[in-house]
């Protein structure tokens, strides 16, 4: 099995509910997407997509996706999309870091490794650990009173775990964060997502302030050294995202006791390889995992099923259902949440079929 082609395909996600916010005043109506196609020598085709939150949440953007893999196709024409390691050689000797250009090659080479082994994705990581994934829900940022009323309908839908986009005001963060804590019933999960938008004083002033609340601090500060700082001041349970990079931010966050669980995005350590590798070493680490990306649509939503699907269910703290998110299905075939949870697909590979009325024309083809 030789690559062939390679396909990309630019698809608009217009939101659900209209806007996604989170700190400091950031928001997306419209996401971005990108979509590749791999085509092999003997007529499969296996997809992938990247979708970063709006061009200024990591240092990645829909137009910069793109162009990363029309750097990246050329090297990949002619090899063996089975051949993970050797993929992900030949990309990062290719291209020096780009994490989340690399992506979705990553991922449609999974989808071609499932096809060809006749074996989901989830298979070929491990194995499925129990029936479903349990799915949280983030609530975009608003005033504290719209933030607690938005919890009954999305616990009606079946969501028993709640991501608060915090990061604002402190004064008006807290109230967020109480808020929602009202509202909660016994079970559910809280935890607080400042997205980096908090300096130290007001880090520090929101923690001590719901110091009595069961909820978990996320990523309060921008630099790793100030989410320390806080860490190290506050006893709630801790969890570090856009710090958590790679393996090496990984290692040396579990060295300093800098979180007690992290979120693990796709797309931002580089595709399901990297995230997979991440997320074993959590697993022998003791390191629970939000398993996700960084925003999405279909075929996202299926790659998160299979890595969360595969992770043993202690470590699986929750995943997020991108599709459900959004308006628009660029493939079928997808996981659908059921009462809060999703499943990885039985069919091979990611077990998903794009959905060419939605893709339209490629926007770029490699060979030209
Ligand atoms: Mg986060």
């Known amino acids: 099995m030789k690559i062939a082609a390679i396909r990309v395909h630019q698809v608009d996600l217009p939101v659900t509910e209209g806007r996604y916010a989170w700190s400091e005043g950031k928001y997306v109506e419209v996401f971005d997407s990108t979509v590749v196609e791999i085509e092999t020598d003997d007529g499969r085709v296996g997809l992938g997509e990247v979708c970063p939150l709006g061009p200024f949440y990591l240092p990645a953007f829909g137009p910069g996706a793109r162009a990363g893999i029309g750097e990246l196709a050329p090297h990949l024409i002619g090899q063996d999309p089975s051949e ?15 994490p989340y250009a690399k992506s979705p090659l ?3 080479c999974w989808d071609l490794l499932g096809q060809a082994a006749g074996m989901p994705v989830c298979t070929l990581m491990g194995g499925r650990h129990g029936e479903a994934v ?6 975009s940022q608003q005033a504290p009173d719209a933030m607690a009323e938005n919890v009954a309908g999305y616990r009606a839908e079946g969501y028993t ?22 509202v909660l019933d016994a079970g559910e999960v809280l935890v607080a997502d400042a997205n980096t ?6 880090a520090a002033r929101v923690v001590n302030a719901v110091k009595d609340l069961d909820v978990y601090i996320e990523q309060p500060c921008k630099s790793y050294e100030k989410c320390l700082a806080v860490r190290r001041r506050t006893a709630l349970p801790f969890i570090l995202d856009e710090n958590i990079d790679g393996l090496d931010m990984l290692l040396r966050a579990h060295g300093d006791r800098a979180m007690d669980a992290i979120n693990l995005k796709i797309s931002k350590v580089g595709g399901l390889t990297k995230a997979r590798q991440i997320r074993d070493l959590c697993v022998a680490l003791g390191i629970p995992m939000t398993i996700e990306d960084s925003w999405g649509g279909d075929i996202i939503t299926a790659a998160i099923a299979h890595l969360a699907h595969s992770t043993p269910e202690p470590f699986r703290f929750t995943a997020t259902d991108f599709n459900s998110y959004v308006t628009v299905a660029n493939a079928s075939g997808a996981p659908q949440r059921q009462q809060g949870t999703m499943r990885a697909s039985d069919r091979p590979g990611l077990g998903v079929t794009a959905n060419h009325d939605v893709l339209g024309a490629p926007v770029a083809v490699y060979p030209a």
């Not at 993970?84 to 780009?98: E, F, K, T, V």
Request: charged share 25%; proline share 2%; no cysteine.
């Open 84 to 98: 993970l390691g050797r993929i992900n050689a030949i990309m990062d000797a290719s291209l020096l870091g780009h």
């Open 106 to 108: 990553d991922m449609a």
């Open 134 to 139: 349990v799915l949280y829900r983030a609530i």
């Open 161 to 182: 775990r709640f991501q608060l986009k915090v990061g604002g005001e402190a004064r008006e963060d807290i109230a967020r964060i109480r808020a929602v804590a009202a």
């Open 197 to 202: 938008g908090w300096l130290l004083p007001d």
